[in-house]
């Protein structure tokens, strides 16, 4: 297994940038296809964002295309989730996820076995 440890979340205004990172720890990324999750109070867990193993496929919300980009790094076993022009409906906890399966492409949260606990993005306007 994979253990999942989120950072990088903070308080930032509209238009700015956060990047997130997403350590493993307990076996190397390297088969895992990796994915951002997040959920705003009272609403439900929403795909954010994915990459397949080799790095040379993502997925992305369509509200976030463009502004969000999420790359692997498997030397040092880090996903990361680079920010930019944020919103205020951007506010979220952010998860990562991820799985071992040979699909790529899932959206749907029941789809990963391996979650973090989570760091809070709040962007104000």
């Known amino acids: 297994q994979v253990r999942l440890v989120e950072s990088g979340g903070g308080l930032v205004q509209a238009g700015g940038s956060l990047r997130l990172a997403c350590a493993g720890s307990?076996?190397?990324?390297?088969?895992?296809?990796l994915a951002w999750f997040r959920q705003a109070p009272g609403k439900e867990r929403e795909f954010t964002a994915s990459?397949?193993?080799?790095?040379?496929?993502?997925d992305y919300e369509s509200s976030v295309e463009g502004r969000f980009t999420i790359t692997r790094h498997d030397n040092n076993n880090t996903l990361y989730l680079q920010m930019n022009n944020l919103r205020p409906e951007d506010t979220a906890v952010y998860y990562c996820?991820?799985?071992?399966?040979?699909?790529?492409?899932?959206?749907?949260?029941?789809?990963?076995?391996?979650w973090g606990q989570g760091t809070q993005v709040t962007v104000s306007s």
């Open positions: 990459i397949n193993w080799s790095g040379r496929l993502t």
């Open positions: 307990g076996r190397p990324f390297g088969t895992y296809t």
């Open positions: 996820a991820g799985h071992r399966t040979t699909s790529f492409g899932l959206r749907t949260s029941g789809d990963y076995t391996y």
